[in-house]
């Protein structure tokens, strides 16, 4: 089947059931064509990872599906989820700007610092966890320097590696292909790896594996939390019998029991008393792979008991956050300011999108370097082993001048 998008044909998937007439005012856009599945809430296990990656894999029809399911499902992970949302937050508070020719144009900052060029940047950023991210943008006004709606497609509606947004969220559906037409219909598509499937996979184990922790800690307070009643009775009559269990069911509540004479009763107690511990530490464990994956660092979450190695670790998360700021210059660059200059947004050829933070860390790395470098004829550098002639050795602040 075959329908027009601003003149374009775009060939669709088969399986298809219903039409979508192109008519002269009748835009057909990515947001209009998937249709919502119900959301299935179950239960995962590590084996599921392991069927997921294999659909995933399929060299001929790649399915992302299981994945994305089980990726929702593990987010639902308090530790993960604050990961996650602390890393994106750190990104969000950084200020960005706008320059030309190397220089900081605020006006032209201004006009863009709106909510859409926002939503555009968190996209961006979110990609590092699900591996990819595929937008929408709507009501497009270039003269107002405005952008109405930024609509994530959902992840499962696409598949990344073929290009297609999927009508029913499965691959073996319908399907509308984009790759060729996408800043005809407005989508811009941000990936780095289309074999890659983000750093949620890693987390997912553990979460998993954390859930299987609280299950079995659970079970085993029910059966072992609480002292346990034994009675041996002096009689084999099953009314009398049955008569003992009633009066033994009901220990908890009543706190006592009667029986006859030879009969025996003793309350017993759990000998260990750590005996959650070994699920404790497992939980721990889990929350620390998946706080080390999503940030590279435990200091922020966990109590440390040096000073020294909570700088260290929050130095790390740093760095990790102005590698994540530098991926979302790359994609602004390459493809968000093309496709607004397509647009009809008015932007210079000169003009480029960066953070002030990065700016300023590749200045302090390349003015680290020694000043007296002069290149040799293979391209190399050589050390300068001149003396610096008046020399002054200047006072340090705060301190006591001689």
């Given at each position: 089947m075959q329908f027009k998008i601003l003149g374009k044909t775009i060939q669709l998937g088969k399986q298809q059931t219903n039409n979508f007439p192109a008519k002269k005012n009748d835009r057909k856009r990515a947001t209009t064509v998937i249709r919502k599945q119900y959301k299935r809430e179950v239960s995962w296990n590590i084996s599921?990872?392991?069927?997921a990656l294999i659909m995933a894999e399929n060299p001929i029809n790649p399915d992302r599906l299981r994945l994305h399911q089980i990726f929702r499902y593990c987010l639902r992970d308090a530790r993960l989820k604050s990961q996650i949302r602390d890393a994106l937050l750190k990104i969000k508070s950084e200020p960005?700007?706008?320059y030309i020719d190397d220089n900081p144009d605020e006006e032209l900052t201004e006009a863009y610092r709106k909510r859409w060029f926002n939503l555009i940047i968190q996209y961006i950023a979110e990609k590092e966890f699900h591996a990819y991210s595929v937008i929408e943008l709507d009501k497009i006004e270039p003269d107002k320097t405005q952008i109405g709606t930024v609509t994530l497609i959902p992840r499962e509606h696409v598949s990344i590696e073929n290009q297609w947004i999927l009508f029913n969220a499965t691959i073996n559906g319908s399907y509308m292909p984009y790759g060729d037409v996408m800043w005809e219909i407005d989508l811009l598509e941000f990936c780095d790896d289309r074999s890659d499937y983000g750093t949620l996979l890693e987390c997912a184990y553990n979460v998993l594996w954390?859930?299987?922790?609280?299950?079995?800690w659970s079970r085993t307070s029910e059966k072992w939390g609480s002292p346990v009643l034994s009675v041996l009775v002096d009689t084999v009559d099953d009314r009398e019998l049955d008569d003992y269990e009633t009066r033994a069911a009901n220990f908890g509540s009543d706190g006592y029991i009667i029986g006859q004479k030879g009969d025996e009763t003793s309350v017993l107690f759990p000998s260990g008393t750590k005996m959650h511990e070994i699920y404790l530490e497992n939980i721990k464990l889990c929350n620390e792979e998946m706080t080390l994956m999503v940030n590279g660092q435990t200091a922020t979450t966990d109590q440390k008991a040096f000073v020294g190695s909570s700088e260290v670790q929050e130095r790390k998360f740093?760095?990790?956050?102005?590698?994540?700021?530098?991926t979302i210059v790359d994609d602004v660059n390459e493809k968000v300011i093309p496709y607004l200059r397509?647009?009809?947004?008015?932007?210079?050829?000169?003009?480029?999108?960066d953070?002030?933070?990065l700016v300023q860390e590749r200045m302090k790395k390349t003015q680290g370097q020694t000043a007296h470098e002069e290149p040799l004829n293979n391209g190399t550098k050589k050390q300068d082993t001149k003396p610096t002639k008046d020399v002054k050795e200047l006072p340090i602040p705060g301190g006591n001048e001689q």
């Amino acid at each position: 089947m075959q329908f027009k998008i601003l003149g374009k044909t775009i060939q669709l998937g088969k399986q298809q059931t219903n039409n979508f007439p192109a008519k002269k005012n009748d835009r057909k856009r990515a947001t209009t064509v998937i249709r919502k599945q119900y959301k299935r809430e179950v239960s995962w296990n590590i084996s599921d990872i392991k069927m997921a990656l294999i659909m995933a894999e399929n060299p001929i029809n790649p399915d992302r599906l299981r994945l994305h399911q089980i990726f929702r499902y593990c987010l639902r992970d308090a530790r993960l989820k604050s990961q996650i949302r602390d890393a994106l937050l750190k990104i969000k508070s950084e200020p960005w700007m706008l320059y030309i020719d190397d220089n900081p144009d605020e006006e032209l900052t201004e006009a863009y610092r709106k909510r859409w060029f926002n939503l555009i940047i968190q996209y961006i950023a979110e990609k590092e966890f699900h591996a990819y991210s595929v937008i929408e943008l709507d009501k497009i006004e270039p003269d107002k320097t405005q952008i109405g709606t930024v609509t994530l497609i959902p992840r499962e509606h696409v598949s990344i590696e073929n290009q297609w947004i999927l009508f029913n969220a499965t691959i073996n559906g319908s399907y509308m292909p984009y790759g060729d037409v996408m800043w005809e219909i407005d989508l811009l598509e941000f990936c780095d790896d289309r074999s890659d499937y983000g750093t949620l996979l890693e987390c997912a184990y553990n979460v998993l594996w954390k859930y299987y922790a609280r299950a079995d800690w659970s079970r085993t307070s029910e059966k072992w939390g609480s002292p346990v009643l034994s009675v041996l009775v002096d009689t084999v009559d099953d009314r009398e019998l049955d008569d003992y269990e009633t009066r033994a069911a009901n220990f908890g509540s009543d706190g006592y029991i009667i029986g006859q004479k030879g009969d025996e009763t003793s309350v017993l107690f759990p000998s260990g008393t750590k005996m959650h511990e070994i699920y404790l530490e497992n939980i721990k464990l889990c929350n620390e792979e998946m706080t080390l994956m999503v940030n590279g660092q435990t200091a922020t979450t966990d109590q440390k008991a040096f000073v020294g190695s909570s700088e260290v670790q929050e130095r790390k998360f740093e760095d990790l956050t102005l590698s994540r700021l530098q991926t979302i210059v790359d994609d602004v660059n390459e493809k968000v300011i093309p496709y607004l200059r397509y647009k009809g947004f008015k932007l210079p050829e000169d003009i480029r999108f960066d953070y002030p933070a990065l700016v300023q860390e590749r200045m302090k790395k390349t003015q680290g370097q020694t000043a007296h470098e002069e290149p040799l004829n293979n391209g190399t550098k050589k050390q300068d082993t001149k003396p610096t002639k008046d020399v002054k050795e200047l006072p340090i602040p705060g301190g006591n001048e001689q």
